[in-house]
């Protein structure tokens, strides 16, 4: 990077400093804004220390400054198959839409009684009704009300986010002396939509330079109930 002080509009107060002095000081403030770009890596593990894949990690930026991330029109797809959400598990941006197309041969009700977003789509089958608008961070639930095992997850990310690989692994910019992250599993045994909110200032690298976050986890539910043989 080539910086041209001649061209940096100077405060009154910096006026009156030699230029060598002013140098030093644009420096370290660039330095110090290339510093905390950084990519920061992630891990989640589960209680047992063993790697815990689909966690999503959002930053929780402390200066109240939204990603400048571009919204897509396009709304992302849950689609219903074999009495299944697929995905189960999606990450949207805040704003983003999310449309429900039912590919079974049979009539699904969708519902989400969730803080985040709560809505209802009446027992339908095949073509997709209007794309629902996911408005508020946080998570949401999504459910069947005929087919009670049909569960999936949607993460409304204010902020930048990831869903953690199947070594545990995000890695994501941000300054870990300022923000503070969120980490939240499908699994998880708190409240399905809580939210673990960790201070990295609390927490210590791993020779590896990672941070190690531990959730406790439940094992997936069986599917095997009375009302999903219909």
């Avoid at 009156?16 to 989640?44: D, E, H, M, W, Y």
């Avoid at 204010?158 to 995000?170: L, P």
């Amino acid at each position: 990077m080539i910086l041209n002080i001649n061209s940096i509009a100077i405060n009154n107060k910096w006026s009156v400093l030699p230029r060598a002095k002013l140098a030093v000081i644009v420096a370290t403030v660039l330095f110090n804004q290339l510093a905390q770009a950084i990519p920061i890596v992630i891990q989640v593990n589960d209680i047992n220390a063993q790697p815990l894949n689909r966690a999503v990690v959002e930053v929780i930026r402390q200066n109240n400054t939204l990603d400048s991330i571009a919204v897509s029109l396009e709304p992302i797809v849950m689609d219903q198959v074999n009495k299944h959400f697929l995905p189960d598990l999606i990450l949207i941006k805040q704003g983003q839409s999310v449309v429900f197309p039912n590919s079974d041969n049979i009539r699904h009700h969708v519902y989400s009684f969730s803080k985040a977003k709560t809505f209802e789509l009446k027992l339908y089958a095949g073509k997709a009704k209007s794309p629902i608008e996911f408005e508020t961070n946080g998570v949401v639930i999504v459910g069947c009300n005929i087919h009670d095992s049909m569960v999936g997850s949607i993460y409304v990310a204010q902020s930048s986010a990831m869903i953690t690989n199947e070594n545990g692994k995000v890695m994501l910019d941000f300054d870990p002396k300022i923000d503070k992250i969120s980490v939240w599993h499908p699994l998880q045994k708190d409240s399905p939509e809580a939210r673990k909110i960790v201070d990295l200032r609390d927490s210590q690298l791993t020779g590896s330079k990672e941070y190690v976050i531990s959730i406790d986890i439940n094992e997936p539910a069986p599917r095997d109930t009375f009302r999903d043989t219909f």
